[in-house]
């Protein structure tokens, strides 16, 4: 499998992108920034802290998913990202890993995921845990989910980003995601809820975040047989990033309802 893997990976350069803002708004704006800006760059690989934050998928219900009273006792930011999937909360315990290259339309979406979540596999595996994908975009260890990811396809570029429970807060996540455990008919798109595990107390010892960061890095580095460089972002990509932070996620009619402004790019 990883001889597969490394062939279809090493097809060009890899660069790194460590970068991470302190507002769960800009981190998805440079998100989408990322497949909408003309970069020439073949592939991407994103490593990024969110503050305590409630993500919601493309299509989904704010309101069926998080307790909202509690966000705002808490100081939680909810914000929409533009791919599609379930409700996740980020604090700086979770490490957001995204990987973006060029769409290749003969490949099937699920064979793509677990491409791109053989990365993460391996990092557990370099750290003592055995794993396994579960379709559409989970990775499960003893059958409870330390990592979930979502995706998104433009003509160009295709984007994959996963969040990896290192040491989260799961109690937080528990109360802040209840309301997506209540099972109701709706047009939206519900999370699947599922137990969860930290990676932390996967291994019974605790590994800081620059630890864990630098095993995924090597991961990149062994399934893509490339050398990966760390660089900076683009000014393409900053001017988009800029333009989509102030005209979508940081309005209330995106975050709250998935109705972007007038002006959204």
């Not at 808490?74 to 980020?90: D, E, K, L, S």
């Not at 809820?193 to 864990?212: E, F, T, Y």
Request: charged share 20%; hydrophobic share 40%; aromatic share 8%.
């Amino acid at each position: 499998m990883q001889t597969m893997v490394s062939q279809r990976l090493s097809q060009a350069p890899w660069r790194i992108l460590d970068l991470s803002y302190d507002s769960a708004f800009q981190n998805l704006a440079f998100e989408e920034a990322l497949v909408r800006s003309d970069s020439n760059l073949a592939h991407t690989a994103r490593v990024w802290v969110n503050p305590p934050a409630v993500i919601v998928g493309r299509f989904q219900d704010v309101k069926s998913e998080i307790d909202l009273e509690l966000c705002e006792r808490n100081n939680i930011q909810i914000a929409r990202r533009f791919t599609g999937g379930g409700a996740v909360y980020h604090d700086a315990g979770t490490l957001n890993f995204t990987i973006v290259k060029p769409t290749r339309p003969n490949l099937p979406l699920l064979e793509s995921y677990k491409l791109n979540a053989s990365i993460v596999q391996n990092c557990l595996t370099l750290l003592g845990l055995n794993s396994e994908f579960v379709a559409p975009n989970s990775i499960e260890v003893s059958g409870r989910k330390i990592c979930g990811a979502a995706a998104g396809v433009t003509r160009d570029y295709s984007l994959w980003h996963s969040s990896i429970l290192v040491s989260t807060d799961l109690e937080i996540l528990r109360r802040v995601l209840m309301p997506s455990r209540v099972s109701y008919g709706s047009s939206y798109i519900r999370s699947n809820w599922k137990p969860v595990v930290n990676l932390n107390d996967a291994l019974g010892r605790n590994l800081s975040m620059a630890q864990v960061k630098e095993s995924l890095l090597l991961s990149v580095e062994k399934i893509s047989g490339a050398k990966p460089q760390l660089m900076q972002p683009t000014q393409a990509e900053l001017g988009q990033m800029h333009a989509l932070l102030n005209d979508k996620y940081s309005t209330y009619n995106w975050n709250h309802q998935g109705t972007p402004s007038a002006a959204q790019i």
